[in-house]
């Protein structure tokens, strides 16, 4: 009899014991999942997305859209053409500040293609640099230190020649935030093209900067600004949403999507011309 209470009383402890154990398994697992893995409520997540997708009620937006090529200081007298598509650094750096202290919100063709889904800024502008020179990097390093976007056009049959940019720099300028868009493969007169080799241009240059970029690339700038309606139609069968022509004017929302105009930025601009060019009540 006494055998038999012994044992009991060892098998009522065991159970007691096991059903703290229990009691602690339960409040400590539950707790340690709160802490590591936090769950985030529906409605948060909606009110995230509603704040990032507010609608633009205006009907017409201006948009200057900026014209650059080299970003160097170059003045070489028996090289006129390069001389004129150059802007020193220096004036470079004075036209950034002038449009962050001035209102003017640099955005890209991205933002520009979500109108009026998503809201545009006050004063929005676009900066463009055509062909891929290797000085576009100090561009591109300025405008990330002052905390704005450009949008960069590549010749892809160009990558890594001596005076252009590399495929890594595009990676890199890319990742940034910064818009990588097509120039061509080759930059040709497209409107000199039959139908395949006019494709194969618009294609190839496309993939190519995809593969770079891991991004779609939506835009694109004519060689030289040469096209025609044919060209633009082929444009956006190659499935891009916008093109950017040399035509001297100031864009807008309402504007062709594959004929917008830009304004040209020379070496010798002052600031004050610089603001007369980019007025949005010209």
Do not use: W
Not at 1 to 21: E, H, P, W, Y
Not at 148 to 176: C, M, N, P, W
Not at 227 to 233: C, F, G, I
């Amino acid at each position: 009899m006494t055998q038999i209470k012994k044992l009991f009383k060892r098998n009522q402890t065991a159970l007691l014991l096991s059903g703290v154990v229990i009691l602690a398994l339960l409040i400590f697992i539950p707790a340690k999942l709160k802490d590591s893995a936090p769950v985030v409520k529906t409605q948060a997540v909606l009110s995230t997305l509603t704040l990032t997708t507010i609608p633009d009620q205006r009907t017409d937006v201006e948009i200057p859209i900026l014209m650059y090529h080299h970003i160097r200081d170059y003045n070489n007298p028996s090289d006129q053409i390069g001389s004129n598509l150059s802007v020193s650094l220096s004036n470079f750096q004075q036209q950034l500040d002038f449009l962050k202290s001035n209102g003017y919100m640099t955005i890209t063709f991205s933002d520009l293609n979500l109108f009026p889904q998503k809201a545009l800024p006050d004063k929005p502008i676009i900066l463009t640099f055509d062909d891929g020179y290797a000085d576009n990097y100090q561009a591109f390093t300025s405008l990330k230190k002052n905390g704005q976007l450009g949008v960069f056009y590549i010749i892809s049959g160009y990558l890594g020649r001596a005076e252009h940019l590399t495929a890594s720099q595009i990676k890199e300028i890319s990742d940034s935030g910064m818009e990588i868009g097509s120039h061509s493969q080759s930059h040709p007169d497209l409107t000199g093209l039959d139908s395949t080799k006019l494709a194969l241009e618009l294609t190839s240059s496309k993939s190519t900067l995809e593969e770079i970029t891991g991004k779609p690339i939506s835009s694109l700038c004519y060689p030289a600004g040469k096209y025609n309606q044919l060209v633009a139609t082929a444009v956006g069968n190659s499935n891009y949403l916008s093109a950017v022509t040399t035509k001297s004017g100031i864009a807008s929302t309402r504007s062709p999507k594959y004929e917008l105009s830009r304004v040209r930025i020379n070496p010798n601009d002052s600031l004050k011309i610089f603001a007369a060019k980019i007025s949005q009540n010209d």
